[in-house]
């Protein structure tokens, strides 16, 4: 097959993504070749440095195949477009680079097999009754607003008390705090060093990186000192396969995982969610009208927002994928918002469809990165998607809605609505 790539689709144009993810421009590259070389421009500044482009990979099945096969797709090169910082680097930047998403095995297994027991079914069925006390207290809060900005007083500040509050066990004083390192570092990792905001960003990143360092650092030793019925206790107190205590770099790597990657993907895709409801007001009818269609319609929230675009790995060796040639260190980007519209796999995938059964959707990846925290979000995203059908609320959209400058995740920063209650049919 050949190697020719067609018209570039322009993964850095974040201008693009903020009016929303483009899916039938990926749906066309899709269709036309469904692994396509990209070229990068010239790189004027770090660390965008590992070679000219990137094959980005638009089908289902081939995103599939690459996520499975973590030995020869591997994380620690980086999994956005930029490249990881190469060691020996201070400790703050080796807590990053080493993040649960950026281990490969035989780490990535021992990292996972610590924390999954954290994650079961069963662990967070005993959470439940403090994750619908916070949506209860969440959404009385909204109504007693009834105009609000949906993002700031419901996707958001739920799954921040839910994460951040109960999982991780922040004092109330502090979310507020740990909701803006996970903004700034979320959207630093959205902008490719060739955009204008980089710079800027950047810095206010770097100083996000240092605190969730300290706080981190400091989170350890007191859990260690005082244990609390929350996660980053249960993992400061852990023992390895060897019997010692983890180590103070493991935990913190641990703990920059938890603080960057465990509520903004839930908060964006119930605020994309609630957002597709007001937008096809018969699948919101069809909803409410059957509260057991609750489970498939948040697999469907999940696939429709698709709340990660993308993930990059890097070839470790010379491969082949559907017949292109991959070179050892060239770069690999797994589209999953394009894979989740795959008609190949997908019935009408640019249809909304609150009954869509079956629903393998690739929201929260595939393979041994499967995401560890999908249970917890599904279960916050039913139980709040509950509580607003036992209240009768309905989302109506009465502004511009706005968007982040991100190709990394699928983000609605603004949302303005009323909440109205409905009459039972």
Known sequence: MSELSVQPFDLLDVDTFSRGTPFEALSRLRRQTPISWQPLPTAT???????????????????????????????????????APEPPLPPQFMMSR???????????????QLIAPLFTPAAIAAREERIRAQAVVTLERAMAMRDL????????????RVVYGDVL???????????????VLIRAAGLPPTDKEYESIGSQAMRALY?????????????????????????????????????????????WSLVTGAYDTTASTIAGGFLALSEFPGECEKLFANPSLIPTAV?????WVTPVVYFRRTASRDTEL????????????????????DEDEFLDPDVFDVARTPNKHLAFGHGPHFCL?????????????????????????????????????????????????????
């Not at 900005?149 to 921040?160: G, I, S, Y």
């Not at 066990?169 to 903004?183: H, I, T, V, Y």
């Not at 697999?299 to 696939?303: A, D, P, V």
Request: contains cysteine; charged residues 30%; aromatic residues 8%.
């Open 149 to 160: 900005d949906f993002v700031k007083e419901v996707a958001e500040a739920f799954p921040v």
């Open 299 to 303: 697999e469907e929230m999940l696939r």
């Open 169 to 183: 066990g922040f004092p109330a004083d502090d979310l507020d705090r740990a909701r803006a390192w996970g903004d």
């Open 373 to 425: 925290g999908a249970r917890l979000a599904r279960v916050e995203i039913s139980i709040l998607l509950e509580e607003m059908i036992r209240r009768r609320l309905v989302v109506h959209v009465r502004g511009d809605v706005v968007r982040a400058r991100s190709n990394f995740i699928n983000r609605v920063k603004k949302m303005p609505v009323t909440l109205t209650t409905s009459s039972p049919t």
């Open 211 to 255: 605190e969730v360092y300290d706080y981190g650092l400091e989170a350890m030793h007191s859990r260690r000192r005082s244990p609390r019925p929350d996660v980053l206790s249960a993992i400061a107190n852990a023992t390895g396969a060897d019997g010692k205590p983890v180590r103070d770099d493991m935990f913190l790597s641990y703990f």
């Open 45 to 83: 500044r770090a660390p965008v440095t590992r070679s000219d482009g990137f094959w980005l990979v638009t089908a289902y099945r081939d995103i599939v195949e690459v996520s499975k096969d973590s030995a020869t797709y591997v994380s620690n090169k980086g999994i956005v477009l930029a490249d």
């Open 98 to 112: 080493d993040g649960f998403a950026h281990l490969d095995p035989p780490k990535h297994p021992l990292y996972r």
């Open 322 to 341: 559907g017949g292109h040639s991959i070179k050892e260190g060239q770069r690999v980007v797994m589209c999953y918002a394009a894979g989740n519209r």
